[in-house]
C-alpha cells in the first residue's frame, strides 16, 4: 500500500501562488505515475496534473502555463507550482498516485481557496 500526505494549501487573492507538496510512503516502487486533481463544490473531481517516473508530464488546458508539476525522486515526493491563480481555481487538490496494476491511491485533499 501507498500512504500520500498532501500539505500547502490555503487561501490567496487572484494572480498569487501556492506551492503543493504530497509525500509518498509505504510501496512506492509501485507507483507509475503521480498527479493533482481538484474537485470544487458540486463539480466532478479533475485532472489537473501528471508526472510519470520517467518524468513525462500533461497538464489540463485551464493550467498549462500557470501550473507546474515536478517531483523530487529522492524524498519520494510530488510539488504542485500554482502560479497566477484564478478564483476558479478554487477547490480541494487531490494527490493521485497510479500503480502498474491501473489501480490508484489518494490523499486526504487539501484546500486551495483564490478570492477574487
Not at 508530464?57 to 529522492?74: H, L, Q
Request: net charge positive.
Amino acid at each position: 500500500q501507498v500512504q500520500l500526505v498532501e500539505s500547502g494549501g490555503g487561501l490567496v487573492q487572484a494572480g498569487g501562488s501556492l506551492r503543493l507538496s504530497c509525500a509518498a510512503s509505504g510501496n512506492i516502487f509501485s507507483i507509475n505515475a503521480m498527479g493533482w486533481y481538484r474537485q470544487a463544490p458540486g463539480k466532478q473531481r479533475e485532472l489537473v496534473a501528471t508526472i510519470t517516473s520517467r518524468g513525462s508530464t500533461n497538464y489540463a488546458d485551464s493550467v498549462k502555463g500557470r501550473f507546474t508539476i515536478s517531483r523530487d525522486n529522492a524524498k519520494n515526493t510530488v510539488y504542485l507550482q500554482m502560479n497566477s491563480l484564478k478564483p476558479e481555481d478554487t477547490a480541494v487538490y487531490y494527490c493521485n498516485a497510479q500503480h502498474y496494476s491501473r489501480q490508484n491511491s489518494w490523499g486526504q485533499g487539501t484546500q486551495v481557496t483564490v478570492s477574487s
